[in-house]
Nanobody
Framework: QVQLVESGGGLVQAGGSLRLSCAAS????????LGWFRQAPEKEREFVAA????????TYADSVKGRFTISRDNAKNTVYLQMSSLKPEDTAVYYC??????????????????WGQGTQVTVSS
């Protein structure tokens, strides 16, 4: 079990940048796969980006590839989502998720057993 707290959301103009952070409590942070998901009103939660456990690779949704970057700092028990070239359609609540020892099926919300509370990102035109 790990507790996750997102931060860094806010209001930004289209074309701007924003960095989200997700701080984890607990041990064995490096053993967790970490994912970012987002959910807009009346829509299903959708995959954004993920990084696999144990030194694994990163994956991105097609809609954000080339614009967003996921990274982790194991010394700080924190995962980041650097967002650039933001578009109004990026507006959503962004959630951090974690699952221990996972390296596959990272795009599926049901793969993750731990979730943060979410942080709002609003992109104005």
């Amino acid at each position: 079990q790990v507790q996750l707290v997102e931060s860094g959301g806010g209001l930004v103009q289209a074309g701007g940048s924003l960095r989200l952070s997700c701080a984890a409590s607990g041990r064995a942070f490096s053993d967790f796969a970490l994912g970012w998901f987002r959910q807009a009103p009346e829509k299903e939660r959708e995959f954004v980006a993920a990084i696999a456990c144990c030194g694994g690779s990163t994956t991105y949704a097609d809609s954000v590839k080339g614009r967003f970057t996921i990274s982790r700092d194991n010394a700080k028990n924190t995962v980041y989502l650097q967002m650039s070239s933001l578009k109004p359609e990026d507006t959503a609540v962004y959630y951090c998720a974690a699952d221990q020892y996972r390296s596959v099926f990272l795009e599926r919300p049901r793969s993750y057993r731990n979730w943060g509370q979410g942080t709002q990102v609003t992109v104005s035109s």
